[in-house]
Structure formats: C-alpha cells, structure tokens
C-alpha cells in the first residue's frame, strides 16, 4: 500500500484519519503542523506516494505547505481538507500541484474514496507540476 504524510493540527481529526488510512494498510506519518509536516518530508527525503493536509494549520498553514512540497518534491500527490470555505477558495492559486480538496466534516468512507482516487492517479497525465 501507499505511504501518508497525514498534516493536521487537530488531534482528534488526525487519529481519526491515520487509523482510517492504516486499517486500509497504509503507513501513515502523523505531522502536527505544516512545520513539522515539512520537517517529516525532508527527514524521509520525501519518500511518500501522498501528502494529506489540513489548510489551516498554526505555524505553517497547509497551502505553503504544499507549495514547498511541491517544489521539492514534484513526483509528491497532493490532498487537502479544510472546514472552512473560505479557506478552500484561497486553493484556487495551487490547481496545477493539488489533486482535491476535501470538505470537513467528511464521514470515513469520504476521506478513503479521496485518499484512493488520489492514490491512483497517473500524475504524468492528469495533473502537470508547475511550482
């Protein structure tokens, strides 16, 4: 199965999800913020098949996140999820390096079905890297 980087500052959302993706057969890499999500790429070079993260965030909010993800890591799947609408409209500018944005609050099945079409993609051909 596929390694997570799962970025959430809510601790309850975040061992909600990693247990969700785990029984799935995922590894999963808990971060607890943008930073430390960050810190986690590097540290694991970033060896990762997805990055799922939360946009609000302390410290490092989810969209820098994914723009240096993206161009340190090009190859890297990106996935957000925010409860907050207006958070989701700032994702406009990131089309081209995140896959979706997931609406919180999700039931399980929701974020699996995301986590999973996400996992699929071909990123040759479905989304183009422009960081």
């Not at 939360?54 to 993800?69: N, T, V, W």
């Given at each position: 199965?596929?390694?997570?980087?799962?970025?959430?500052?809510?601790?309850?959302?975040?061992?909600?999800?990693?247990?969700?993706?785990?029984?799935?057969?995922?590894?999963?890499?808990?971060?607890?913020?943008?930073?430390?999500?960050?810190?986690?790429?590097?540290?694991?070079?970033?060896?990762?098949?997805?990055?799922?993260?939360?946009?609000?965030?302390?410290?490092?909010?989810?969209?820098?996140?994914?723009?240096?993800?993206?161009?340190?890591?090009?190859?890297?799947?990106?996935?957000?999820?925010?409860?907050?609408?207006?958070?989701?409209?700032?994702?406009?500018?990131?089309?081209?390096?995140?896959?979706?944005?997931?609406?919180?609050?999700?039931?399980?099945?929701?974020?699996?079905?995301?986590?999973?079409?996400?996992?699929?993609?071909?990123?040759s051909d479905d989304l183009?890297?422009?960081?």
């Open positions: 199965m596929a390694k997570i980087l799962l970025t959430e500052d809510d601790e309850a959302v975040r061992g909600f999800v990693g247990r969700a993706l785990k029984i799935d057969g995922h590894s999963v890499v808990e971060a607890i913020d943008g930073e430390d999500g960050f810190d986690k790429l590097q540290e694991h070079e970033g060896e990762f098949d997805l990055l799922l993260t939360d946009i609000k965030m302390p410290f490092m909010d989810g969209i820098e996140l994914s723009h240096l993800a993206a161009s340190s890591y090009p190859n890297l799947k990106i996935l957000m999820m925010t409860g907050y609408a207006d958070q989701r409209e700032r994702t406009g500018a990131l089309e081209k390096i995140v896959i979706d944005v997931v609406p919180k609050p999700f039931a399980l099945k929701e974020i699996r079905s995301a986590v999973n079409d996400a996992l699929s993609l071909d990123m183009k890297r422009s960081a």
